[in-house]
């Protein structure tokens, strides 16, 4: 507990998880761990996609060439 209360880096998700736990307060960590509350990463991850996807030319239908 002491670690925790430290911030301790070290400590594993899983004694949060305990501690949570023991405070009625578990319920919050589905919250935390929702990908849709994560704007950031949202963000990281729409700039990762690709803006525009071209064919080779050539290659397109109705090409006999």
């Not at 880096?9 to 949570?20: D, E, K, N, R």
């Not at 996609?49 to 030319?57: G, M």
Request: hydrophobic share 40%; glycine share 18%; charged share 20%.
């Amino acid at each position: 507990m002491q670690r925790v209360e430290a911030g301790d880096p070290g400590v594993s998700i899983g004694i949060y998880a305990g501690v949570l736990q023991a405070l009625g307060l578990l319920g919050g960590l589905q919250e935390v761990a929702d990908a849709a509350h994560d704007t950031v990463g949202q963000s990281l991850a729409s700039a990762a996609l690709p803006q525009r996807v071209r064919l080779p030319r050539g290659k397109g239908k109705g090409d006999h060439g």
